[in-house]
DNA sequence: AAGTTAGGTGACCATTTGGTCACCTGTCAA
DNA sequence: TTGACAGGTGACCAAATGGTCACCTAACTT
């Protein structure tokens, strides 16, 4: 497995999604902490931090017997520039940028 | 099933993503010509488009008998921002640069 | 009108994936 | 040192997914 098919998959679930949003909003929670969020037993969370961890999509760091979580933004950035390049890049915020000025009427 | 799941199912297949990289190369190819890329059936490849024009990822258009299809990049852009702020954005630029220029030498 | 070309449909099968459970290891606190 | 707490492992099962095939419709060509 490629390390970009890892990521992908990893973002194809969306309790890994979702762990990602938790994560963007508060970095450094444990296992526990994050089970408590989600409506799956501590072993189906475990399983999708893992897959996320191998993905590189979370970074982790050891604290006694704590075992904290840091979302890495990087393997995202790297998606956006896959397909977007740096001409589109522009039309295309403008245009989600007006989309949401629209929207917000 | 939500949009965005579609998004992330439809990025989650290896061939699928070599199809957006094909559209992305260039625009507007018909389902035959990007079948002759793949090692796969025609019946395959209509399959993954479908999801991925399902997704919004990729729009078509009809001329006649033939269906053209194209990248749309919008909601590439959207996992973007779900994940990375502006403030974090300049950062992770700024590292994959840098990376960049650090592989190139 | 007849043949060819572009594409669509529904069934089918092998493999992968999401989630749970019984059970285990390591760490902190009284 | 004895619990309690944080987390890990491997087996297991139901459901979803990737790919193919037989067969179909619609449009261009001569």
Known sequence: ???????FKALADPSRRFLLDL????????LTELESEL???RFGVAKHLRVLEEAGLVVVRRSG??????LNPIPIRQIHDRWIDKF????????IDLKQSLEEQ
Chains 1, 2 share one sequence.
Do not use: I, S, W
Request: without cysteine; charged residues 40%; aromatic residues 6%.
């Open 65 to 70: 017997r704590e075992k904290l979580h840091f």
């Open 39 to 41: 409506e799956m037993t």
């Open 88 to 95: 589109t890049e522009q039309h295309v915020t403008a245009l």
């Open 23 to 30: 994560l963007f909003a508060r970095d450094g929670r444990t």
């Open 1 to 7: 497995m490629t390390d970009d098919d890892r990521v």
